[in-house]
């Protein structure tokens, strides 16, 4: 059983482009959240995606922007990079469906994204 | 705003010894509390999950408690080992009408266990 999995594994941009990262949710789970954890911080909530819909949002800029598909699986979209943007971004995922009572979320590995 | 400190932000101890990391949380409305371990540019791994309703958990030689009232969790190893050494990370999330919900995480313990 796969668990969560997010690519790129690293990433390089200058300030300015835009972003794309991907990930595909733990089989069985229907909803992914998007975190951005800064070097030496907790994991700050972005988003999170439930029947392709942006279901809550955190005190995050719209040039961060997501997706999912009907496969469960997401994206996460920055435009105009800043400097401040460099972290780590983390991808969970959970599920609604009956039965899951405790909605403990599993994370990915997380995608580097360094800003130059 | 639900805030979550985790005091002290690092911790190194001998190996062997047992030792407890702190978590407090600013509001009491949660529906369930996570410990996660986090190694040096990795993801999170979840150790455990208490819910609300619960006052601990434990597996292996990990066991967190639970006090909704005073918004605090505690998590225990016990027996500490070289490998133990990491960052661990409290997280709560609190009820809406959505069922799975954001979690609000602390900054954080680093963990050094020293042979």
């Known amino acids: 059983d796969a668990g969560v999995t997010q690519s790129p594994t690293h990433l390089i941009k200058t300030r300015g482009q835009q972003v794309t990262l991907r990930c595909s949710p733990k089989s069985g789970h229907d909803t992914v959240s998007w ?30 922007s997501g997706h999912q598909f009907p496969n469960y699986s997401s994206e996460l979209n920055v435009n105009a990079l800043l400097l401040g943007d460099s972290a780590l971004y983390l991808c969970a995922s959970s599920s609604v469906r009956t039965g899951q009572v405790t909605y403990e979320q599993y994370f990915g590995p997380g995608t580097r994204l360094t800003v130059t | 705003k639900q805030e979550v400190t985790q005091i002290p932000a ?38 455990l999950l ?51 919900e954001k979690l609000t995480f602390g900054t954080g313990t680093r963990l050094t266990i020293i042979p």
Request: with cysteine; net charge negative.
């Open chain 2, 50 to 100: 208490i819910q609300s309703s619960q006052r601990e958990q434990t597996s292996g030689r990990l066991n967190a408690s639970l006090d909704k009232s005073s918004g605090r969790s505690t998590l225990y190893i016990a027996a500490s080992q070289p490998g133990d050494s990491a960052t661990y990370l409290c997280a709560v999330s609190q009820p809406s009408n959505f069922g799975n």
């Open chain 2, 10 to 47: 690092a911790l190194s101890v001998p190996e062997g010894e047992n030792l407890v990391l702190n978590c407090s949380f600013t509001d009491s409305a949660i529906y369930n509390l996570q410990w996660f371990r986090q190694d040096p540019g990795k993801g999170l791994t979840s150790l």
């Open chain 1, 35 to 64: 975190y951005q954890q800064a070097l030496g911080q907790g994991p700050q909530f972005i988003f999170q995606y439930y029947e392709e819909e942006e279901r809550q949002r955190g005190n995050f800029p719209d040039r961060f």
